[in-house]
Nanobody
Framework: QVQLVESGGGLVQAGGSLRLSCAAS????????MGWYRQAPGKQRELVAT???????NYADSVKGRFTISRDNAKNTVYLQMNSLKPEDTAVYYC?????????WGQGTQVTVSS
């Protein structure tokens, strides 16, 4: 059993910053990749950023240059530093980890950016 606990969401003004954290616990072996997704009201869940076990990263075009994903392997934790936030970044943010070929999701954390 794998548990993911997210934290760091909240309300921020446009141009502000937030840092999301997602800590994994339980039957964790080799985590292949960790990532953040988001889902805005009425929209499909979309990939925001991914970081692989070797450290390589991928970002959605909409967040490149503003968001940074990182991980602490010793703590089995993934972070998402979000800077220069825009109202269109408002969504529920979910972390996801992939162990071998199985994906596990966090419960989601709300990020609201006011204009």
């Amino acid at each position: 059993q794998v548990q993911l606990v997210e934290s760091g969401g909240g309300l921020v003004q446009a141009g502000g910053s937030l840092r999301l954290s997602c800590a994994a616990s339980g039957a964790i072996f080799s985590i292949y990749r960790m990532g953040w997704y988001r889902q805005a009201p009425g929209k499909q869940r979309e990939l925001v950023a991914t970081i692989y076990s070797g450290g390589s990263t991928n970002y959605a075009d909409s967040v490149k240059g503003r968001f940074t994903i990182s991980r602490d392997n010793a703590k089995n934790t993934v972070y998402l530093q979000m800077n220069s936030l825009k109202p269109e970044d408002t969504a529920v943010y979910y972390c996801k980890i992939v162990i071998m070929t199985t994906g596990y999701w966090g419960q989601g954390t709300q990020v609201t950016v006011s204009s």
